[in-house]
């Protein structure tokens, strides 16, 4: 179900869910250098490089798939992320779009996802990032972000709109969060204290994937 331009979204299709890549491709790519620097602070200085070009060749795979269930469109996002995406960004983006969309498959009926659906696709994407990472929130990585993001939208089972928008703002302030925080897995666990003072790239590529997410629910974007 696509709903008019204008019209915040109680559930999301599979063109949404394309949409929701092709704007998350926009905001990375504005926000590239952003996460390069912050990268560069932390890390080896090419997350964003890496996520521009991952989500561009996503892009592309959704616009010649001919998508019609959520958890193929997913999936096959999941696949393409890991095989462009270089670093541990890769593995760890890539496993949490497999993980949605497999947990998606013959969950989103005819009308889309609501709110409870998508908080359960969501679940099984963080729990892979999780396990793949071999990480937990508190410890300045991309779950920080994610973590409080699917917190938030779990408290609006009814509502997408107002669950979503909830995600993006808990996600943005997760990003935040990492700021004073000292690394303790990944390559900012080797800079030990003097990780601290520095926003974890992957939380801030987190943040930018629900704000786009956000935008499509909100119908800010068609």
């Known amino acids: ?26 905001l990375i790519t504005e926000h590239a250098e952003e996460l390069t620097d912050l990268d ?8 964003g490089a890496n996520m521009k070009r991952g989500l561009a060749a996503a892009v592309d795979t959704v ?5 019609t269930a959520a958890d193929a469109l997913l999936k096959k996002v999941g696949t393409t992320l890991v095989s462009t995406v270089g670093g541990a960004s890769g593995p760890l983006y890539g496993t949490f779009f497999l993980r949605t969309g497999s947990a998606l498959a013959g969950q989103a009926g005819s009308d889309g ?26 410890e300045k990585t991309m779950l920080d972000a ?9 408290t609006h089972p009814d509502d997408l709109a ?13 990003r ?10 990944g390559r900012a666990s080797y800079l030990g204290e003097r990780s601290a003072g520095h926003i974890d790239p992957g939380a801030a590529s987190t943040a930018l994937l629900l704000a ?8 800010r974007t068609v």
């Not at 994610?146 to 779990?154: G, K, M, N, V």
């Not at 935040?176 to 897995?185: F, I, Y």
């Not at 786009?212 to 119908?219: G, I, R, S, T």
Request: aromatic letters at 2%; glycine letters at 12%.
């Open 162 to 174: 107002a669950g979503v928008a909830a995600a993006a703002r808990a996600a943005a302030e997760g």
């Open 176 to 185: 935040d969060a990492t700021k004073p925080m000292v690394a303790t897995k």
């Open 63 to 67: 616009g010649a798939g001919g998508f």
């Open 113 to 138: 996802l609501d709110a409870q659906t998508l908080a359960d696709g969501l679940e099984a994407g963080v729990g892979g990032i999780a396990a793949r990472g071999r990480a937990t929130a508190g």
């Open 40 to 47: 560069a602070a932390i890390g080896d200085a090419d997350h």
């Open 1 to 26: 179900m696509t709903q008019d331009a204008g019209t915040a979204r109680q559930r999301l299709s599979v063109a949404d869910l394309e949409a929701w890549v092709r704007r998350s491709a926009e």
């Open 146 to 154: 994610w973590s409080p993001a699917l917190e938030a939208l779990r």
């Open 212 to 219: 786009a997410l956000d935008d499509v629910v909100a119908a």
